[in-house]
């Protein structure tokens, strides 16, 4: 009996003893509508350059809230794994992630995320009217806001005054190539000859050679997007959404990837003859890699984000050699395009604004721990005001782009942030003609995302890089794509697919 | 007597059993739960729970996936080459240093200095050093009058710039184990087969290599095995491109894994690659067991 009995209190105190230490202290009671604890302190998952905000205003949080921010500090290539580890386990290591708007068709969709609406209802939301259209509709999943904009990304070209706006390089050019070169080029045949010509030759006397053209192709980092800016347009042109306009990826009707197109495959020719007339390292180009080569002067032409623009004022910081020499213009367009109703080339001349990317947004995890203190940080950081003081420069390179009707407004703040005054102004209205584009094509955003393109190893990403390397040709490249692209939406589920699809962009 | 004997197996289940828990805990039940999973669809991130699929996912691996079987043959490649190269550059500087010469220790202790930084630095040190546009050796070449090389650009070179850098890295590994066989060998076989007229190559053909290949088969697998695992070297130098030119076994399971969540075609494939490498250590071992006997 007293066996037993031994026998029952050890298996009570094994039993008891853990349960107590793992059940840890009572939560504190939740904040009432109102009057939210911001003294908790709120974890947040961030990736490189946007750790500069974070770093910017976590001090002076801490100071005014009495809070205390942890910072999970990750490089963007797994980025992705630490989320999605958290968004399965469920253990609330972090309160607010900045996660970048290509994934939120599975985070979004997959249900891992707090509806921000709930927040901003119950606490309000730091001028809404302020916030862009382009940037909204990247926060919003099934009519609903999802996230907190925080960066309105889209890739447009940068070039060199220097170079193309000599008259006699461009009186050499004509005798050359038998035209005039618009300034900024306005189609990819214009770059590419562009590329020739300032190829491989010192056109800024500084004793170094240049070279025509960069832009991101290195391998697990966003060449994609380098090719989307081709493909998009050679494949579609601008107007209401719709199967036949800015619709680049996939049959609005058939859910059939659009890969094997004869827009994608002119795309991929010519994206691939561009990179002879690049540096020789342009296939190790991610986007730190460009940013600091177009800077320091390798390139006549370059495209990116808007980050070209901020890292060109500091010459201390980043090396730029090219203060004050840099053009801002939107995406070159195409002198043709291939219209799938008719299946047919038609010769025009066109530009579709593609927002690459779609940019950042900050999102709180269902398992988040301090979910009103992390919307309350959220907002802190993107408010007006201090969100201009991020994106114009003043906190150097943090990777965010204007986003706020305010932030193009502010030419002041771009001055202080070491632009010159007609710099600024040509940078903004370069990036707010494309935000304001009611026919911009939206970057893909459906469940497989990370699959079919945006993601390492994914399948744009490998094919597109075996054909940027010559190992494949063009045509094979598509086709492998396609191929993948039909294997991927099957997987997913083609209906489920297809109607995520025609939402993203606005199709009924 | 009988008593005595149950509580002697008593002691013995006690000692034995919290390590049969940890095996059963860290190995067994790890290896069930991945063998279920792989016949399952799971896409983590969408799916809240995983779906059977039978053998589905094995089929298509082995029958569908094109870029399965490019892994593989990169990775046979790369284990074939790199483990080759590393033996033989090893068998060499082992016979080098275990001559008699002023400043082999020092040589000894340099030699080790790859092998002993981590993997992941190993990659970036090296990615730095290929970088087509900054990096040193392109500068070096330049400046020689030599064009520079697409050390992780070109997909005929990449391959091969991931093998050297194994090579450079575990080539060490060789050298050290080898080393300490030749020290053991016996002095005696050699002063006879010297008395015999046997010349340097001779002892080493005759006398040094059957003895010390025991060694070498040992340290060919744990390098086979260890090389089949190939990740950081791709992952740092060249994200597994251009295209899927350095693509290895264990960065595709990555990519399935993590990047994309598919769990159940994760566990599948971490399965065949399991099956790989047993093949590969059954017949490794099953030849040293039949030159002991022999």
């Known amino acids: 009996m007293q066996r037993k009995l031994f026998f029952a209190l050890v298996v009570m105190i094994c039993v008891l003893v853990p349960a107590a230490l793992f059940a840890g202290a009572p939560e504190k009671e939740e904040a009432v509508e109102g009057e939210v604890d911001l003294s908790v302190p709120i ?8 750790i500069q905000v974070v770093d910017t205003w976590k001090p002076i949080w ?36 900045c996660v970048p708007v290509t994934w939120l068709g599975e985070v979004f969709g997959g249900g891992h995320v707090e509806s921000i609406q709930n927040y901003m209802d119950k606490y309000g939301y730091p001028d809404w009217d302020d916030v862009m259209p382009a940037a909204k509709r990247i926060t919003q999943w099934q009519g609903e806001t999802m996230a907190l904009p925080y960066d309105g990304d889209n890739h447009m070209t940068y070039y060199r005054k220097d170079a193309l706006e000599v008259p006699e390089y461009q009186q050499r050019f004509k005798r050359e190539y038998g035209y005039d070169y618009h300034i900024p080029p306005a189609n990819w045949s214009e770059v590419r000859d562009l590329a020739e010509f300032f190829n491989e030759w010192d056109w800024d006397n500084d004793g170094e050679i240049e070279y025509g053209v960069a832009f991101i192709a290195q391998q697990n980092s966003q060449a994609m997007w380098s090719y989307m800016d081709i493909c998009a347009q050679y494949t579609t042109i601008a107007g209401p959404p719709s199967n036949y306009t800015s619709n680049i990826f996939f049959d609005t009707e058939t859910m059939e990837p659009l890969c ?26 991610g986007y730190s890699e460009l940013r600091q080569a177009f800077v320091s002067g390798n390139s006549a032409i370059a495209f990116d984000w808007g980050d070209i623009g901020i890292q060109e004022q500091k010459p201390v910081e980043y090396g730029s050699k090219v203060k004050g020499l840099l053009g801002y213009g939107p995406l070159p367009g195409a002198k043709k395009y291939y219209d799938r109703k008719t299946n047919r080339w038609i010769e025009k001349q066109h530009t579709v604004n593609f927002l690459n990317f779609g940019g950042w947004v900050w999102v709180i995890p269902k398992a988040a721990k301090h979910k009103d203190a992390a919307y309350h940080f959220g907002i802190y950081m993107t408010n007006p005001e201090h969100s201009l003081l991020d994106v114009c420069g003043i906190h150097g390179y943090t990777g965010a782009n204007p986003w706020r009707w305010s932030h193009f407004k502010a030419t002041e703040a771009w001055v202080r942030g070491g632009w010159g005054e007609e710099s600024a102004r040509n940078y903004l209205k370069a990036i707010s003609d494309i935000l304001q584009d009611p026919y911009a094509v939206p970057d893909l955003m459906i469940p497989g995302t990370p699959e079919y393109y945006t993601g390492a190893g994914s399948s744009l990403d490998v094919h597109l890089n075996a054909v940027l390397s010559k190992k494949i040709s063009p045509e094979e490249g ?4 396609y191929d993948d692209w039909v294997r991927i939406t099957k997987e997913k589920g083609f209906e489920q697919q297809k109607a995520f699809y025609r939402a993203s962009m606005g199709v009924k | 007597m009988a008593s005595a004997a149950i509580g002697k197996r008593k002691v013995q289940w006690a000692f034995l059993l919290p390590a049969l828990i940890y095996l059963m805990l860290m190995a067994i039940l790890p290896l069930i739960w991945t063998l279920t999973l792989s016949l399952t669809k799971w896409h983590a991130n969408i799916m809240p729970k995983p779906q059977w699929v039978g053998l589905d996912n094995f089929k298509y691996f082995l029958f569908e996936d094109r870029r399965f079987w490019n892994a593989l043959g990169f ?39 790859p092998m002993a930084c981590p993997p992941i630095a190993v990659a970036f040190l090296w990615r730095m050093m290929l970088h087509p546009d900054i990096g040193v050796i392109n500068t070096i070449l330049q400046t020689i009058g030599l064009s520079g090389v697409k050390w992780t650009t070109s997909a005929k070179v990449a391959p091969f710039t991931i093998i050297m850098v194994d090579i450079w890295e575990w080539t060490p590994f060789m050298f050290l184990a080898l080393l300490a066989a030749f020290q053991a060998l016996p002095m005696e076989l050699y002063q006879a087969a010297a008395v015999d007229g046997a010349n340097s190559f001779q002892m080493f053909v005759r006398i040094t290599l059957p003895l010390i290949a025991p060694v070498i088969v040992t340290i060919s697998l744990i390098r086979v095995i260890d090389a089949f695992k190939l990740f950081e070297l791709v992952f740092g130098i060249t994200g597994a491109g251009p295209g899927s030119a350095t693509e290895s076994l264990a960065f595709y399971v990555y990519v399935i894994g993590m990047k994309w969540f598919k769990l159940g075609r994760g566990s599948a494939v971490s399965w065949l690659f399991l099956i790989i490498l047993l093949i590969f250590a059954i017949i490794l071992i099953s030849r040293f067991k039949q030159k002991r006997t022999t």
């Open chain 1, 43 to 50: 974890t947040v998952l961030v990736t490189d350059p946007h």
């Open chain 1, 62 to 97: 801490e100071a005014q809230m009495g809070g205390k921010i942890e910072v999970v500090l990750v490089p963007y290539a797994t980025l992705e794994e630490k989320m999605w580890l958290e968004f399965r386990t469920k253990t609330g290591s972090f309160d607010i992630a």
């Open chain 1, 260 to 285: 094997k197109t004869p827009g994608w495959v002119e795309a991929m020719k010519m994206i691939q003859e561009l990179t002879n007339y690049a540096p020789p390292g342009l296939l190790g180009y």
């Open chain 1, 478 to 481: 598509c086709r492998r794509i």
């Open chain 2, 75 to 113: 990775t046979s490649m790369y284990v074939g080459i790199s483990v080759t190269g590393e033996l033989i550059l090893g068998l060499m500087l082992a016979t080098l240093l275990s001559q008699k010469f002023r400043g082999k220790n020092f040589f000894r202790v340099v030699y080790l200095i």
